[in-house]
């Protein structure tokens, strides 16, 4: 069963319109939720999100967690054509008994914008 | 479906051994698997790009014979780092590509990651 689950898998849109990317988890003992950005080689890490309601704004992206449902989104607003990538959602959570944590990842949404 | 795991979840070794980190493909064959060491502030640094039967392509600055990688079969690449010191003591996280031939794929699937602590 997925710990972590991205929706939508896949989006086309056109440049200049904004999208919302979700994430919800279902983890024990969570600590944190990441947004990376993947396009040819190593994911780019994007936001860490600890606290409920705060909002992470980078340009033209944002992001928000809210622990009480489970969930965050990602803004991107004004998009463009640079934006296509798979964007991921990773939870980070104490994995139990070890003292250690353990990152899920998403299966990512990609995302297309067109001209 | 499309799952990835990574054996063990943690370890913790004397400086000098050798340590083996699995990573498999549960459900799926991945004729490619990648392996990551995730730093500070979060970020992902692809060591190498590990295609099944041959010679895993590895980045620049990453030593080859420090962390040998192999990839025997179509669900199963390891990862050894070999004479571990404390400077490698990390989390490493490893990804699958799903191998369809007709309709290949650029999604990568990631397993949970290992830690790893070198006393």
């Known amino acids: 069963e997925d710990k972590v689950v991205q929706s939508p898998l896949s989006l086309v849109v056109h440049e200049g319109d904004t999208v919302t990317l979700n994430c919800s988890y279902e983890?024990?003992?969570?600590?944190?939720l990441l947004w990376y950005k993947q396009e040819k080689k190593a994911p780019t890490f994007l936001f860490m999100l600890?606290?409920?309601?705060i909002e992470k704004k980078s340009g033209r992206l944002s992001s928000i967690l809210d622990k009480k449902e489970l969930f965050s989104i990602l803004n991107i607003t004004a998009t463009q054509t640079g934006d296509s990538a798979i964007y991921l959602c990773?939870?980070?959570?104490?994995?139990?008994?070890?003292?250690?944590?353990?990152?899920?990842f998403g299966k990512g949404t990609k995302l297309s914008v067109i001209p | 479906g499309a799952v990835v795991s990574q054996h063990p979840s943690w370890v913790i070794c004397k400086s000098g051994t050798s340590v083996k980190i699995e990573c498999r493909s549960l459900?799926?064959?991945?004729?490619?698997m990648f392996w990551y060491r995730q730093f500070p502030k979060q970020s992902l640094m692809l060591m190498a790009t590990?295609?099944?039967?041959?010679?895993?392509?590895?980045e620049q600055g990453v030593e080859k014979d420090k962390f040998l990688i192999n990839h025997a079969s179509l669900t199963l690449s390891t990862l050894t780092v070999t004479s571990a010191h404390p400077e490698d003591s990390s989390f490493y996280i490893c990804?699958?590509?799903?191998?369809?031939?007709?309709?290949?794929?650029?999604?990568?699937?990631f397993g949970p990651g290992t830690r790893l602590t070198v006393l």
């Open positions: 600890t606290s409920s309601g």
């Open positions: 990773a939870v980070k959570y104490l994995f139990s008994g070890a003292g250690s944590y353990q990152l899920t």
């Open positions: 590990s295609n099944e039967g041959s010679k895993a392509t590895y």
């Open positions: 459900d799926f064959q991945a004729t490619t």
């Open positions: 983890v024990t003992n969570f600590r944190s």
């Open positions: 990804s699958a590509r799903y191998a369809d031939r007709v309709f290949p794929t650029d999604t990568q699937y």
